[in-house]
């Protein structure tokens, strides 16, 4: 680090810097609370989802019991197909959203199956549709995470050790120049006694 100067430009710099950082924390504390919300939002969409795929999965088990039938064949029904996964900007933070979902049923003869496979096929892409949106919410909470933590290691760093030095610096610096103007003073005093007494 530089060695302060004690001067009036270097007295103008540190001024104008902590002008600068008064400014900024407001800003920054704001957003650092924007975030939070947004977590907090994330974290009650998450639990709301998974809530979701229980009631799905305690569904499929009390309405569909037939699913222990082993001579019924539901491997690959219902598949995943694709997903698009975007971004979308919260206070200056790339989220993952999810844009788009295709879940594919494999067609199947309603003569050949029993009639309770559409409701089992319908469950099981509710299920699947479910599981990836809590997926996608915790990769929200996860960068919301991040991004709080950065935000709040910047405002610690304005609030407690930029600005407390900018002021410390200022006051150093005035009361050099201070002690330097007094002593200005005195001296030209000894020197006009000096000439007077001459």
């Given amino acids: ?117 559409d409701d089992v096929a319908r469950l099981l892409h509710d299920m699947l549709e479910a599981r990836l949106r809590v997926q996608v919410a915790r990769q929200r909470v996860e960068a919301l995470s991040k991004a709080v933590d950065v935000i709040t290691q910047r405002l610690n760093l304005f609030d407690k050790v930029l600005i407390p030095t900018a002021r410390a610096n200022i006051k150093k610096i005035r009361i050099y120049l201070s002690d330097a103007e007094m002593a200005s003073v005195v001296r030209s005093k000894i020197s006009k006694r000096k000439r007077a007494a001459a």
């Fill in 1 to 117: 680090m530089a060695r302060l100067q004690l001067n009036k430009s270097s007295l103008a710099r540190e001024m104008a810097q902590l002008r600068t950082y008064e400014r900024f924390l407001p800003s920054l504390d704001l957003k650092r609370q924007q975030l939070m919300a947004e977590k907090a939002k994330a974290v009650a969409a998450i639990a709301e989802m998974e809530a979701k795929v229980a009631g799905l999965a305690q569904k499929v088990g009390r309405d569909v019991p037939m699913l222990g039938n082993a001579s019924v064949d539901l491997n690959g029904l219902v598949r995943l197909t694709d997903y698009q996964i975007g971004t979308e900007n919260i206070v200056g933070t790339k989220l993952p959203i999810l844009e788009k979902i295709e879940v594919e049923v494999r067609p199947y003869s309603p003569m050949a199956k029993p009639h309770w496979v």
